[in-house]
């Protein structure tokens, strides 16, 4: 029998090693062209749902606009705690156990009926103190506050029966809900403008309408796709604040951060500034699309992923994402004009501003990919949280006492200092993660398998 000689072996190896290859970029190659198609239709609508208020609402009324979505980011990250973070991690390779999952979804569901009898009342009564200046009448004001109550509670739902889609893997109703909603509203928008109907209520409520009909869809599919009644136990709270609990600081702390522009400015600034803040901040979300594919793509593939092969794909991520940031904030910086020709002529004066908001929304984008890393392979720890208040919080108080916070370079240049402290620290942390290994957790680490990666 004659043996294979050595240029057989290579050919058979390599033609071995492009069959491997192919199984593995074929499924994600997929999966993001599948994204892509549906879920950027869906986000593309509402991109341009969002410019198009920049550019039809007056000034005062896009402050207004601003106003409420901004504070209902606040909000609706205060009502979870990044709970809905932990589902996947806790349920781990026990996807097919739908009777886990469906407790897991009612503990959720409880613990989120207490935080939000919490939360609503101090909305109440903080949300007129932080529009006082503005002098919007009381009734104005009342409509706000009632809007953003129900559509936090909404936002809520569609975060938790969101993340069972995903781990179940019933991506088709997640995409075509959030398409139908997006395109929906953009077709209202479309016909109030060509009734001459459009003002900051109207355009408030329409795209509060798409997040009710998300919610709906999700709530529907999920009860369909587990069958089974879901029973809330203390076993299971604990096992998600146990997870979810260190990251608390973190995430109350940027509950306020991550809109730490539009409310400084809504304190302390006129109307038309609040109007150009919030219109940079619609530049940020062209960011929305790629951050959109993190907890969908990124996050399942690193939590599935073995140990041995971490370290090079979490390189290559990082390395592949920083580069594109790079591109983006060099086009803000020697094409502006391009960015301003979008929000329109009322924002045309804001070129340098311009560089910093898409500065400062590039590391923000880049630093949300490696938290969501970190969070898939539990390097989560109660001194990372820690470390970035404090700095972040010295930062700001020397900003503070330099800077003349009612003008709108200034808050975005403390915009840009702080998301520049939370990624060295998350940096510093996914260090401290490969060193020191991820947190234990009190209920189930989960045991990865060449399946489960595959």
Known sequence: MLKPSAKEVLNLSSISQIHNLKTFLVPKAHRVIEFMMAQGIALAARLVYGFLCVRLLPVPEYAKFAVVFGFLGTLAVLMDFAFSGTLMPLVGERVDDRQLIADYVASLRQLAHWVYMVLAPAAVILYPLLVHKQQWSWRVVTAMVAILLFAAWCDRMSGTYGAVLILCRDRRVWYQAQMIAGLGALAL?????????????????????????????????????????????????????????????????????????????????????????????????????????????IEPYFARLPRSKLGRNYLGVLAVEGVFCLLVAGLAGYFPQIFLWILGHKYSGLRHEVLLMIAGSCIAYFNSIVWVIHCSRKFVYWWNGALTIILTLAVQALLIRTMDLSTVRAVLILNLATVGVSLLVNLITGIYGFVCGPRKSADFTPVLTESDYA
Do not use: D
């Open 189 to 297: 928008l479309c016909v109030l403008w060509a009734v001459h109907g459009i003002n900051a209520f109207s355009a408030i409520l329409i795209s509060v309408a798409g997040n009710v009909y998300v919610c709906l869809c999700y709530y529907f599919r999920v009860q369909h796709l587990l069958g089974v009644t879901g029973h809330a136990s203390r076993e299971k709270r604990n096992a998600i604040v146990h997870l979810g609990l260190p990251n608390l600081p973190n995430i109350v702390f940027y509950a306020f951060q991550g809109q730490i522009s539009l409310l400084l400015i809504t304190i302390f600034g006129h109307t038309a500034a609040v109007a150009s803040v919030g219109a940079l901040s619609r530049l940020g979300q062209l960011f929305i699309l790629f951050s959109y594919m993190t907890p969908l793509l």
